[in-house]
């Protein structure tokens, strides 16, 4: 029984067979970084969330718009019991009518700042925006009756406008109409107050202003202002055409949305846009009228009927719910040090087990005996090394982390190695393997979309590597080798 256990203790499949196991245990360790890795990242969203709660959160502008609101009376026949007519009683209902502009233009700058809620660090933008464009003359015949030989009230216009988070207003914007500075007050009259604009801000036409529109002439607007908002801007087009340039200093934008730009220049100094989106190819205006009156969907369009120009179509119908159809812009950040850690981490196991493989290959070449205490002590050197990274790189540049995380755990393997393979050379050179892994394992990070292919060629390496390198061993032979020789009988003597 001896004799067997020494066999079993002396096999090369023995102990492949043990260092799978370990990598499996320590697959342990890997997961429990993986899950600490996955609440950082959930802790910097919910930092992010509390931030748009207490400062200001993604931007999506709106407008500007002319709503024109009106009275439309009408008689409705009284009837008594047995259905006879017997009289006329006046009925009345408000409406509001939406005209949106003709040319839309948006020039602006965003100038990019960072906030901190603890560790965190969330992009936040001002923007420094002038929009310009005109409304068409309005006539009154465009407004439709919704009952027969009604008669239509108009009452004074205004200009409405919103964005998602009014805190992020500085200041109250400035808005010309023909001439006239128009003032700009709090919500949109005339509207439910389920309704997704309600809460915007309105600037109704006095002066030159009221006076073009009565008489039907066009109206030319110029307005300025700034925003402040959380990482992503979205504007909605919702003119006939819609152009707009934005510029930054930012060198990681993101384009997003139902429309990307048409022309874009991302240098290190920053970006430069420019969108062009004509309503012919958007239900943007749609989905804003429907918005106008409580939401999206059937009802919300039944509602919507007396304030649009026509009857919506069923096209319009079927296209005008699901998410707000915008062109967005985000600062994205260069580096996402947990989806880098995450990412880093899924190359864990792999990694261990390469470092495993160099350390049992030393074994067999230079007829040493590592215990498996020294193999698991390795391995979860390598593992500890991912929670290194996660935790440095929550203060420093992820390059700085991975390179001081990397430096330590070739350091602590040069030391151990060079006293376990009896040798500073033989240390150096196991070092100088993991270093290389450590600098693959680099390369794979940072070229992301050839992450695969790098690490498929990495694997095929490796294996490619290990296979031409014991092509002429005697796995046999070194068995036997390593086996304890039989003990032999002692001699009899004859009496």
């Known amino acids: ?41 959930e802790s910097q969203q919910e930092a992010a969330r509390e931030l748009a709660a207490s400062y200001a959160g993604p931007q999506a502008m709106v407008g500007p718009l002319l709503l024109v609101p009106y009275v439309e009376r009408w008689m409705e026949p009284l009837r008594n019991a047995q259905g006879k007519v017997i009289g006329q009683a006046p009925q009345s209902k408000e409406m509001v009518h939406a005209v949106f502009p003709d040319k839309l233009h948006i020039e602006g700058d965003m100038a990019p700042q960072e906030r901190y809620r603890g560790i965190f660090r969330i992009p936040f933008y001002t923007l420094t925006a002038a929009l310009g464009g005109g409304f068409a003359g309005f006539d009154p015949q465009a407004v439709p009756h919704s009952e027969s030989g009604s008669s239509i009230e108009f009452r004074p216009p205004f200009v409405a406008f919103h964005v998602s988070d009014l805190r992020g207003l500085d200041g109250s ?32 036409l006095t002066g030159a202003a009221l006076a073009a529109w009565q008489t039907g002439k066009p ?34 934008p993101s384009f997003g ?44 369009q039944n509602a919507a009927a007396a304030v649009v120009r026509t009857a919506p179509s069923a096209s319009m119908s079927r296209h005008a719910s699901g998410p707000l159809q915008t062109f967005d812009v985000s600062l994205a950040q260069p580096v996402n040090v947990y989806s880098m850690s995450t990412r880093a981490g899924k190359y864990g196991a792999l990694f261990i087990g390469l470092v495993l493989m160099a350390a049992f290959m030393f074994e067999l070449f230079r007829k ?52 376990v393979l009896e040798g500073w050379r033989r240390g150096l050179s196991f070092a100088a393997f993991v270093a290389l892994l450590y600098g693959a394992l680099y390369g794979l990070l940072a070229s992301e ?27 046999y032979a070194l068995s036997r080798r390593s086996e304890p020789a039989p003990a032999t009988p002692a001699a009899t003597v004859d009496a």
């Open 173 to 204: 914007p400035a808005l010309t109409v023909n001439g006239e500075a128009l003032r700009f007050r709090q919500r949109v009259p005339g509207l439910p107050d389920n309704a997704t604009y309600a809460d915007g801000i309105h600037a109704p």
């Open 449 to 475: 979309s050839n992450a695969l292919l790098l690490g498929a060629l990495l694997i095929f390496g490796m294996l490619a590597t290990l296979m031409l390198v014991t092509r002429k061993v005697d796995w």
């Open 257 to 300: 949305g139902r429309f990307l730009a048409t022309q874009r220049e991302v240098t290190p100094q920053g970006f430069d846009a420019h969108w062009r989106v004509s309503s012919l190819v958007t239900t943007a205006r749609e989905q804003v009228r429907a918005g106008l009156w409580g939401g999206e969907g059937d009802a919300a």
């Open 368 to 419: 040493l005996r590592l215990h498996p205490v020294q193999y698991g002590l390795v391995g979860l050197s390598i593992a500890l090394f991912f929670l290194l990274l996660l935790a440095l790189s929550e203060k420093f540049a992820f390059w700085m982390a991975y390179a001081g995380a990397a430096a330590a755990s070739v350091a602590l393997l040069a030391v151990y190695f060079s006293a």
């Open 219 to 252: 109206l030319a607007f110029d307005m300025k202002l700034s925003l402040v908002g959380q990482d992503t801007l979205s504007m909605v087009p919702i003119a006939e055409e819609t152009t707009a340039h934005l510029r930054s200093p930012w060198a990681h």
């Open 1 to 41: 029984m001896l004799q067997l256990l020494k066999a079993l203790q002396a096999s090369v499949l023995v102990k492949v067979a043990g260092l799978f196991f370990l990598l499996l245990v320590l697959c342990i360790p890997l997961a429990r970084i993986d899950d600490l890795n996955r609440a950082r990242g």
